[in-house]
């Protein structure tokens, strides 16, 4: 089955610790990219990848890291979470140009920084 | 920057009745616009899209219109059913830009 797979779903850890979640696709997608969902916001994207080590900031990267070194996997990585990162993030991937194609989201990963 | 607003921020419409939701994007080379249905507790999954080359769209109850010259598209929902209820995200894209989404419209369909 295509799919975007996020891990873990739910998350509570504490300010300073680094956390990584991880995200894979079994669609030879091209395009990945990282979305945080807060209330009245929409979705803002947070880093995005064209391709294997090609990565780039989108609107909220303060914070965060990413990495591309296959192209199934763009894992999201904080490095000393802070109480503002608390959100609801979803990891998404396209077959190719960044604003052509359908995106696939993963089931999110609702993540608390206490 | 780019930005696309989306207006009704929420929507509550009698079962059976009609529902629209409405977008303006900023960026003229946009010419990708697709709206996705986020269902509560579950991801963004993409229901129907239009591209700048047709000006209508239409799946079943579902129908998009795009007007580009006025830089407007919306969303139309016929026939409304309880499992319509959802939070609906607008957005639009472009080869040489990302996608941008729209801060979503949650729709509640009364029995």
């Known amino acids: 089955e295509a799919q975007v797979t996020q891990n873990p779903r739910y998350l509570i850890t504490v300010t300073g610790k680094k956390l990584t979640v991880t995200c894979s696709q079994n669609m030879n997608h091209e395009y990945m990219s990282w979305y945080r969902q807060d209330p009245g916001l929409g979705l803002r994207q947070i880093y995005y990848?064209?391709?294997?080590?090609?990565?780039d900031k989108g609107d909220v990267p303060e914070g965060y890291k990413v990495s591309r070194k296959e192209k199934r996997n763009f894992p999201l990585i904080l490095e000393s979470p802070s109480p503002n990162q608390t959100s609801l993030y979803f990891c998404?991937?396209?077959?190719?140009?960044?604003?052509?194609?359908?995106?696939?989201f993963g089931n999110g990963t609702r993540l608390t920084v206490t | 920057g780019e930005n696309v607003e989306q207006h009704p921020s929420t929507l509550s419409v009698q079962e059976g009745d009609s529902a629209v939701i409405k977008c303006t994007y900023s960026d003229s080379a946009s010419n990708y616009f697709p709206w996705y249905k986020q269902e509560l507790g579950k991801r963004p999954q993409l229901i129907i899209d239009?591209?700048?080359?047709?000006g209508e769209k239409k799946d079943q109850r579902i129908a998009v219109t795009l007007n580009k010259t006025a830089k407007h598209f919306s969303l139309h929902i016929t026939e409304t059913q309880p499992e319509d209820s959802a939070v609906y995200f607008c957005a639009a894209g472009s080869s040489a830009s990302k996608i941008i989404f729209g801060s979503g419209t949650r729709l509640s369909i009364r029995p």
């Open positions: 239009i591209r700048s080359n047709v």
């Open positions: 998404a991937s396209s077959l190719r140009d960044r604003g052509q194609s359908p995106l696939h």
């Open positions: 990848s064209m391709n294997v080590e090609v990565t």
